[in-house]
């Protein structure tokens, strides 16, 4: 190995790394983003957040002269299926945060993203047919526990949390299945231009309603709004630029920063009061994703030890 790659790998470990912490800490900032666009309704600012991200997208691949790759589009109808199937996905798991946090149950919204590496591994095991590991079976048990506890004892049935978990991990698990056959780029473009038609049709509804803010509450707000689709692309496009350069297990680590950050917001920020019996729903989860975490790194050093020694 010369000098050159010796220096570069480290390098570009640190840039993915770096993009890594940006995506997941500007995640971690969204609950105080989407309360600052109340009053606005979550399905208007869903409505926004696709189609300026859809804009943004546009302009970039203008500016790069990228368009050969949607033309081939059409002889892959499987692609497109799963891509479609991703982009409904996405949409939910965007319209229920957002109500969530112009709610005031932000730490709903932390929660979900808290048992989301749960869910990904539970339906890695009903879908996929994966082998989980004994310490990702303890994982996914005290994660029951967990939701079992928050339902009961707290007297909540978590459901925002959930379908935030699932929907992200059913997002996840359409991708994965799908295949990595389109650039972080080329896939927001695509999710959002299927979702752009009834973007403009939720925009037309809410302009003849009573409930619509769009570009009525001053021009900050709609700067917002319009800065909504900047807050959806950065942080994706970043968290891609991650998921190249470093190790799964890594972005698996690095990914615990938004849930907490939101939870903080949450608590510190938006002044939600959190009852002694949801705390100990979060500690019972955050023991599952100690487990889980544990069972990440372990795994990560076995593999790198047979590499050294094969």
């Given at each position: ?88 996905f ?32 539970a ?18 048990t ?6 079992a ?38 896939s927001l473009?695509?999710?959002?231009a299927?979702?752009g ?32 689709g ?10 891609a ?70």
């Amino acid at each position: 190995m010369t000098a050159g790659t010796t220096a570069k790998v480290p390098s570009e470990n640190a840039r993915g790394i770096a993009a890594g912490f940006g995506a997941y800490a500007l995640w971690g900032l969204f609950p105080i983003f989407f309360d600052a666009l109340r009053p606005s309704g979550p399905w208007e600012i869903l409505a926004h957040r696709i189609l300026w991200t859809l804009l943004l997208c546009a302009i970039v691949l203008a500016v790069l002269r990228d368009w050969r790759w949607i033309l081939p589009l059409r002889q892959q109808p499987r692609l497109l299926a799963g891509v479609t199937a991703a982009a409904v996905f996405i949409a939910i798991n965007w319209v229920v945060y957002v109500a969530a946090v112009t709610s005031g149950h932000t730490s709903d919204a932390a929660l979900g993203y808290f048992l989301n590496p749960l869910t990904t591994v539970a339906l890695g095991v009903l879908v996929l047919r994966e082998r989980l590991r004994p310490l990702q079976w303890a994982a996914v048990t005290v994660g029951v526990v967990a939701g079992a506890y928050l339902a009961f004892a707290a007297g909540t049935f978590p459901t925002t949390a959930l379908i935030l978990a699932f929907s992200f991990a059913l997002y996840g698990l359409v991708k994965k299945k799908v295949g990595d056959t389109l650039p972080a780029l080329h896939s927001l473009s695509l999710e959002t231009a299927i979702l752009g038609p009834a973007a403009a049709i939720i925009l037309v509804i809410v302009a003849f309603s009573t409930a619509g803010a769009t570009f009525g509450n001053g021009v900050t707000h709609s700067g917002l709004l319009v800065l909504s689709g900047v807050a959806t692309a950065i942080p994706l496009l970043l968290f891609a630029a991650a998921a190249r350069r470093i190790p799964l297990v890594t972005v698996g680590l690095i990914q615990f920063i938004t849930p907490i950050m939101q939870l903080l917001c949450a608590v510190l920020v938006l002044d939600e009061h959190l009852p002694r019996e949801r705390w100990i729903g979060f500690g019972i989860v955050w023991i599952a994703l100690l487990l889980l975490a544990t069972d990440s790194v372990l795994k990560a050093w076995s593999t790198r030890s047979s590499s050294i020694r094969g």
